[in-house]
């Protein structure tokens, strides 16, 4: 078996493993205000602008985000959100013209504000699901409005243009919930958010010629698939107990 195929049976095991431990666990009221911290693997790409030329090829690029959320129950089944976040997200983009598969690949670092509704959902006897849809705005960290990019070997390069530093995006997920009795909050969650608006654009171009023309383009709209993990606290646990004196 291959090292990749053995990393993704693991990652596979661990998914299930936390699925299944939150299904084994309560879910209580999710009322009042909580706030704690949020981490997500993500992954996006770029898009095609012209037509792909047969030895160039592009693929999904890891990233992470890492954040502050807070959360607030109005019902027992519905909850209103947002919080800041860090996120740090790309692009790869591969020459197949030779053997080792020349690769270019890029992370962008964004602060990310959302404001999102969450339903606490019941399938079949379990109330532990819950669904999140809204949106977020995007702020781009990078200042530079075009960076090049070489792969080290002088056979490809990127011209990114920055287009839009800020942008908004929609959101929607499924969360597995469990609370504790004393009203902490652990959350699984597999999340989409997807942007209204082009982030950069990718000039590709040979760098072994003379010629500054432009092999063809590729788009970044920044959006993303992820998988997170959030644990909120109720903040009345950290309120200080009455002493009376008789």
Known sequence: MKK?????????????AVILLFLCTNMYAQLGFKIGPQVSFI???SYVIDSLPNNYNFRFKSG???????Q???TQKFVLASGISFTNKGYRVFNDTNNTGNLIKNNLSHIEVPINMIFKLRVGSSAKMRFLIGGALNYQLNNKEVIELNNGSD???IRETSENKIYPMGSVGIEI???????NIFVFGAYYNQSFSNQAKLNIFNANTSSNEKVFSLGYRGSYIGLGLTYLFDLKNFKKEEVFFY
């Not at 990749?4 to 299930?16: A, E, I, P, Q, W």
């Not at 919930?177 to 009203?183: F, T």
């Open 155 to 157: 056979n490809f390069i």
């Open 72 to 74: 607030y129950g109005f």
């Open 177 to 183: 919930a469990s609370e504790s009795k004393s009203g």
């Open 64 to 70: 992470v985000k890492l954040g502050l959320t807070a």
């Open 4 to 16: 990749n195929d053995r990393f993704v049976m693991m990652k596979s095991r661990l998914g299930l």
């Open 43 to 45: 992954t996006s790409r």
